[in-house]
């Protein structure tokens, strides 16, 4: 299995930039993905292949990244991001990361 | 707009099956995979497999055959995932989400609790 690893908590001011990390335990080219969990509710997409916006989500939301580093920017943060964050690969058999829990303070 | 509607929440015994549904709605039912992921506090979310509605083909994560059977009926655009033997390491919440490389689509998960 490909492990991801992911900080397990941030906390950041509104109207600031933060940088969320994944790391791959091997390369998975472009194939990974971003979601934004919210406590009681199912996650959402907001980045697939790296980089690539899901309709719908706002701009501050961005990816980045290759082989076996990835990135989920947003930028400012608005008090609505406090969430889990999940990476997941699609190189092989889907797997996720451990979750980044960014609090807004 | 694309719908995933799961079933409502199980209490079960140990050494039982139970079977969850997902009825989705808002699009091609056979066109776009189904796959089923596991969520708990201890290990977080984990992929147990995909079908392929059209077909009816599936894959498993390893660590999930023989513990989960995948299944679709196509006249009511639902998607069944049927999990056996179950012991108290099954309580989890479980969700449907629909893709192939990345998960679009999710409905809102089952909680099953495996309790005597």
């Known amino acids: 299995d490909t492990v991801l690893t992911q900080s397990p908590a941030l906390a950041v001011s509104p109207g600031e930039r933060v940088t969320i990390s994944c790391r791959a335990s091997e390369s998975v080219s472009t194939l990974m993905h971003w979601y934004q969990q919210k406590p009681g509710q199912q996650p959402k997409l907001l980045i697939y292949?790296?980089?690539n916006l899901e309709s719908g989500v706002p701009a501050r939301f961005s990816g980045s990244g290759s082989g076996t580093d990835f990135t989920l920017t947003i930028d400012p943060v608005e008090a609505d991001d406090t969430a889990t964050y999940y990476c997941?690969?699609?190189?092989?058999?889907?797997?996720f990361g451990s979750g980044t829990k960014l609090e807004i303070k | 707009q694309v719908q995933l509607q799961q079933s409502g929440a199980e209490l079960v015994k140990p050494g039982t099956s139970v079977k969850l549904s997902c009825k989705a709605s808002?699009?091609?039912?056979?066109?776009?995979?189904m796959n089923w992921i596991k969520q708990t506090t201890g290990q977080g979310l984990e992929w147990i497999g995909i079908i392929n509605p059209g077909s009816g083909g599936t894959s498993y994560n390893v660590k999930f055959k023989g513990k989960a059977t995948l299944t679709v009926d196509k006249s009511s655009s639902t998607a069944f995932m049927q999990l056996s033997s179950l012991t108290p390491e099954d309580s989890a919440v479980y969700y449907c989400?629909?893709?192939?490389?990345?998960?679009?689509?999710w409905g809102q998960g089952t909680l099953v609790t495996v309790s005597s």
């Open positions: 989400a629909s893709g192939v490389r990345w998960f679009a689509y």
């Open positions: 997941q690969q699609s190189w092989n058999d889907p797997t």
């Open positions: 808002g699009y091609t039912f056979t066109s776009n995979h």
């Open positions: 292949l790296a980089s």
